[in-house]
Antibody
Framework: EVQLVESGGGFVQPGGSLRLSCAASGFTFSGYEMNWVRQAPGKGLEWVSYISISGSTIYYTDSVKGRFTISRDNAKNSLYLQMNSLRAEDTAIYYC????????WGQGTLVTVSS | QSVLTQPPSVSAAPGQRVTISCSGSSSNIGNNFVSWYQQLPGTAPKLLVYHNNQRPSGIPDRFSGSRSGTSATLGITGLQTGDEADYYCGTWDSSLSEVVFGGGTKLTVL
C-alpha cells in the first residue's frame, strides 16, 4: 500500500525556518517524481514545488523562490522541504504528492507562521 | 486569482448529473493533461481523473473527465450525498513552469 507521511510542521515566528519531511513507503520511491502542495486555512490548493526522480530538475512557485528548497534522499525514501524566511502567508497545511498527476497524497502537516 | 477558472459552487439533487467546468489557456489546459481532485471535508485531496479522462483504479465510472480546447469538464452522474466535497482541476502550465490549480468548486447535493 502506498503511504506518504508528512512531518515537521509546527508553530514558527515570521522570519523563522522549518524543515518538512515526507516519508514514503509501499512503492519504489526512487522511481517517482514528487511535489509539495499547500492549502491555507479555508482556501484552495496551491502547488509549491516539484522534484524529478534524480533531483536534477526542480521547480518552485514564484512566491517561495529563494526561500524554500526541495530535496530528496532516495536511499531513505524521503522528500524534504526546507522553508526559510517564513511569512504569515506561508501558513497552511503542506502535503506531499506523488507524480505530476498527484495520484497519492499524504495526510498533510500544518505550518503556522505567526508572532 | 487562480490561473484556472472554476465556478465557486454547483448543486444538484441526489441521483442527478452535474458538471464542473475548468477554463484555462493554451499554455496550460490547451497543451497539457488535466487532472481532477476531490477533497472531502477535513481530508487530503484524492485523484479522480488524470490525463484528461482516465480514472485511477477504484474510482467509479460515475466520474468522468473531458477536455476541449482550453477548457476541461468533470462530470458526475448518479449524485450521492457522499459526493459533497470541493473539486479542483489542475495541470502543468508551460509558460509559468508551474503546476496550476483551479480555485475549487464546492458541490452541494441537495
Amino acid at each position: 500500500e502506498v503511504q506518504l507521511v508528512e512531518s515537521g510542521g509546527g508553530f514558527v515566528q515570521p522570519g523563522g525556518s522549518l524543515r518538512l519531511s515526507c516519508a514514503a513507503s509501499g512503492f519504489t520511491f526512487s522511481g517517482y517524481e514528487m511535489n509539495w502542495v499547500r492549502q491555507a486555512p479555508g482556501k484552495g490548493l496551491e502547488w509549491v514545488s516539484y522534484i524529478s526522480i534524480s533531483g536534477s530538475t526542480i521547480y518552485y512557485t514564484d512566491s517561495v523562490k529563494g526561500r524554500f528548497t526541495i530535496s530528496r534522499d532516495n536511499a531513505k525514501n524521503s522528500l524534504y522541504l526546507q522553508m526559510n524566511s517564513l511569512r504569515a502567508e506561508d501558513t497552511a497545511i503542506y502535503y506531499c504528492a506523488r507524480e505530476l498527476r498527484m495520484n497519492y497524497w499524504g495526510q498533510g502537516t500544518l505550518v503556522t507562521v505567526s508572532s | 486569482q487562480s490561473v484556472l477558472t472554476q465556478p465557486p459552487s454547483v448543486s444538484a439533487a441526489p441521483g442527478q448529473r452535474v458538471t464542473i467546468s475548468c477554463s484555462g489557456s493554451s499554455s496550460n489546459i490547451g497543451n497539457n493533461f488535466v487532472s481532477w481532485y476531490q477533497q472531502l471535508p477535513g481530508t487530503a485531496p484524492k485523484l479522480l481523473v488524470y490525463h484528461n479522462n482516465q480514472r485511477p483504479s477504484g474510482i467509479p465510472d460515475r466520474f468522468s473527465g473531458s477536455r476541449s480546447g482550453t477548457s476541461a469538464t468533470l462530470g458526475i452522474t448518479g449524485l450521492q450525498t457522499g459526493d459533497e466535497a470541493d473539486y479542483y482541476c489542475g495541470t502543468w502550465d508551460s509558460s509559468l513552469s508551474e503546476v496550476v490549480f483551479g480555485g475549487g468548486t464546492k458541490l452541494t447535493v441537495l
